[in-house]
């Protein structure tokens, strides 16, 4: 049956080719590029229409305006990371480079519009441009461009979001010491802005604050992984489980096991994703109510556990990228009405300056798909109650229903500020869920499960009392629960949600199985030549290092900050996790003749550096250049002050430190970390290819280099890119390929060698690191990526 379904999609595939050949692409010629591609779909869907003109969602005489915004393509929107100091270094060259050139620029007979800074984001890090991605990949004017944002999105400088995404994270008001948890995260877009204002201040490698991001999608984590490591933090986590059921965590407190509870939590749950139509073209034909229908119980069930693991006075932000409040609204009011006071929805109208927004709404109907509307859950008739449930319905208590305030919810509307669609809610937790708060156990263990969430209320080592409050079921109220299931009536509304919390659920374990996470025993004799060569600080947190592997030589060293490392510690059995921490160390071959086995890893040098209290060179721009568009320069190369540093110093590992000098303001006014390598005649920068491209541009190095004609092909397709980039770390990574893959050089680096020493122009240093690149491009790990490209086909807001 397989088989034959594909036969009958391959001919349908065929047979809309040919149509499209016969009819000139499906007329729209110019227009058909701006609009991305699709323009044999019509964008008209009678019922979508119906359905939102009956709920008044768009305020009067705007129907118009909402309509047309729709079928209009959705403009590239760009995010400068903000917590990094190369921000206000990538600001400036986007302003006064890329920006400047794209005046008075038309392409294919459409004149470009100049980027503007969304007016709502901080310190203008966030841009949007008419331009679509199909424009910015394939039109000869914008190549430099495109590939500026290409090399900074894969070095973590910048990120391609839509404009509606990065409101969530804002909204939750997070600081470097909260716990968070993401929870349906992938594909990493939000995630990586939760990252950034962990390390608002750089100057503390180890915030005490981590994020927890999980998805469902064993594939899509690892698009989560890639997202999230080109940010290099030691406090991100990244775990594979069903959201609805997602463990309860432990950590050790003092010696006592307690439960762990989020001071925020992201909820941006899965949803039929109405309001990505102007990017999402297939939603037009495939729109009907019966997705917000089928989608309602697990929204609730998903967002009802994120407020159980909250934390009292903790923060939740709900979304969706969808307009239909029984994905919005309807969540929100089942939620703040099961929780009895113990949430509230909080008023954020004062926060985003600049954003339009509409209100949430009070008043709404649910309409089945072939039209049918109903007002009131009595309505329903019986054979439609698997359908439609009690919690799609509005609150019929009018005092109950003000109480909510459910006018705080956020709408965007996508002609208000020509973006897409999306639903926001704020919610505070002012004290346990009811179903929460039960008398504390006291000197009991609970027995170990493989399921979902029980936590051991045990004795401490000390013999005093453990006392935790269980944010799921509790054990003694599953046998309650299993007689009310019983009633057929109550069994449905709790597997909606609409009873108190959802049905608890077993832990699924699938997908790849990964290599375990190994913490360096004290002592470890592999540490302490490494302590040693690098004059590592006492403070140096030693116990944070593990490694991915139990047995035989230990290749890499990887880093997690003291919180992390205490929950993975305490929770190895309940959580699947796929990634964690930074890489700091990669051992040499034959390293030891150089006094230590292990080099540094770029990856995660701005966490090390400020523990490094040797081998440190601090260099000049000038000798920075070198370093990043010469292979393996001679000593003689460098400034005198350089060449006089490196004369006495043993070779091996070392780092390369430059410092902007303030009296001199047109040099990079930003401090940059490489590390490198020293041999007896030369000297070398191990960084990856496009760190490499991103610094020498921050220095006003031209590094554009023009397509070959090889590249212009049609089979270098953006679905091929995004196979690459989803491939995890447990291969070699760029640095790695740079460092492994280069020939012999001299006698005393042994395999740790190097082109030859030879000169070149900061316009060829693309070209000689593209080629050590390529030639290691299929190096990579246990994973292919399957999944498109989540940001232009996801359902999830």
């Avoid at 349906?184 to 927890?212: R, Y």
């Avoid at 000390?462 to 109550?490: F, H, R, V, W, Y």
């Amino acid at each position: 049956m397989g088989r034959r379904a594909r036969e009958r999609r391959r001919q349908q595939q065929q047979q809309q080719q040919q149509q499209r050949q016969e009819q000139g692409g499906g007329g729209g010629g110019d227009q058909a590029g701006w609009a991305g591609g699709y323009p044999e779909i019509v964008k008209e869907n009678e019922l979508f229409e119906r359905y939102y003109r009956e709920l008044g969602i768009v305020p009067a005489g705007e129907w118009g305006d909402f309509m047309a915004a729709l079928r209009e393509p959705l403009p590239a929107t760009l995010r400068i990371t903000g917590y990094r100091s190369h921000a206000k270094e990538i600001l400036h060259c986007l302003k006064e480079k890329y920006f400047k050139e794209l005046q008075d620029l038309e392409v294919d007979g459409q004149k470009v519009e100049m980027p503007q800074s969304l007016s709502w984001y901080p310190e203008e890090l966030a841009w949007h441009t008419n331009l679509s991605r199909k424009i910015l990949r394939k039109s000869p004017q914008l190549e430099k461009f495109h590939q500026f944002l290409v090399s900074e999105t894969e070095c973590g400088n910048i990120s391609r979001q839509e404009a509606v995404s990065m409101i969530p994270p804002l909204l939750l008001n997070v600081n470097p010491h909260h716990k968070i948890l993401d929870m349906c995260a992938a594909p990493g877009s939000k995630t990586a802005q939760l990252i950034e204002m962990l390390h608002a201040d750089m100057n503390v490698p180890f915030p005490k604050g981590f994020v927890i991001a999980n998805d469902v999608d064993n594939k899509r984590c690892y698009l989560l992984v890639h997202q999230a490591k080109r940010l290099n933090s030691p406090c991100i986590m990244v775990v594979n489980h069903d959201a609805s059921s997602i463990p309860n965590l432990q950590i050790d407190v003092d010696g006592r096991k307690e439960v762990l509870f989020y001071d925020r939590i992201l909820c941006d749950v899965p949803c039929s994703g109405d309001g990505t139509m102007r990017k999402n073209i297939d939603v037009w034909k495939k729109w009907t109510t019966q997705n917000s229908l089928q989608l309602h119980g697990l929204q609730l069930r998903i967002a009802t556990r994120g407020v159980e693991q909250l934390a009292e006075g903790g923060r939740m932000v709900y979304s969706t990228c969808s307009l239909n409040p029984i994905e919005n609204e309807a969540v929100i009011a089942s939620l703040l009405e099961k929780s009895q006071g113990a949430l509230e929805l909080a008023d954020v109208s004062s926060e985003l300056p600049g954003l339009k927004r509409m209100p949430g709404i009070t008043k709404w109907k649910v309409m089945l798909k072939d039209g049918q509307w109903f007002e009131e859950w009595k309505d329903v008739p019986s054979n439609r109650q698997t359908q439609i449930r009690p919690t799609m319905f509005p609150i019929k208590d009018e005092e109950k229903l003000k109480a909510m305030n459910l006018e705080r919810c956020l709408r965007i509307l996508p002609h208000h500020q020509n973006t897409g669609g999306f639903f926001v809610a704020v919610l505070i937790k002012k004290s346990p869920m009811p179903w929460n708060k039960r008398q504390p156990k006291v000197h009991q263990k609970l027995p170990q499960r493989t399921g979902e969430t029980e936590v051991t209320a045990a004795n401490s080592d000390n013999g005093s009392e453990c006392i935790t409050e269980e944010p799921t079921l509790a054990e003694n109220e599953e046998s309650k629960k299993a007689q009310e299931l019983q009633n057929s009536d109550i069994e449905q509304s709790k597997k909606e949600g609409v009873c108190g919390p959802p049905p608890s659920k077993k832990m699924k374990l699938f997908g790849f199985k990964e290599d375990p996470f190994v913490f360096l025993p004290e002592d470890d004799p592999l540490f302490l030549p490494i302590q040693k060569f690098y004059a590592l600080d006492p403070s140096f947190p030693k116990m944070n290092l593990l490694t991915r592997t139990q047995e035989g030589k230990k290749r890499q060293l990887y880093m997690v900050s003291k919180e992390l490392r205490n929950v993975l510690l305490n929770n190895s059995e309940k959580m699947k996790v796929i990634n964690t921490g930074i890489k700091v160390w990669s051992r040499n071959s034959d390293g030891e003749q150089f006094g230590c086995a292990f080099r540094l890893a770029q990856e995660g040098i701005y966490t090390l550096y400020p523990f490094i209290h040797a081998r440190i060179i601090n260099v000049c721009i000038e000798d920075v250049k070198i370093l990043l568009t010469q292979e393996n320069p001679f000593l003689s190369k460098f400034s005198s002050e350089t060449q006089k540093k490196v004369k006495d110093m043993a070779m091996g590992s070392i780092v390369l430190k430059y410092d902007p000098d303030p009296e001199k303001p047109d040099d990079l006014q930003c401090p940059i970390v490489l590390c490198g390598w020293q041999g007896k005649t030369s000297l070398r920068a191990f960084v990856p290819k496009n760190e490499r491209l991103h610094y020498l541009r921050m220095m006003g190095v031209e590094v554009f280099k023009a397509k070959r004609k090889e590249e212009q092909s049609e089979s270098k397709t953006e679905e091929e890119v995004q196979h690459r980039l989803a491939e995890t770390e447990e291969g070699m990574d760029v640095e790695d390929k740079e460092h492994d893959l280069v020939t012999k050089m001299e006698a005393e680096i042994g395999e740790e060698s190097s082109h030859s020493p030879v000169e070149s122009s900061a316009m060829e240093v693309e070209n000689k690191i593209e080629d050590l690149d390529q030639s290691s491009k299929n190096a990579n790990s246990h994973v292919s990526q399957e999944s498109k490209d989540t940001d232009t086909s996801n359902v999830k807001g």
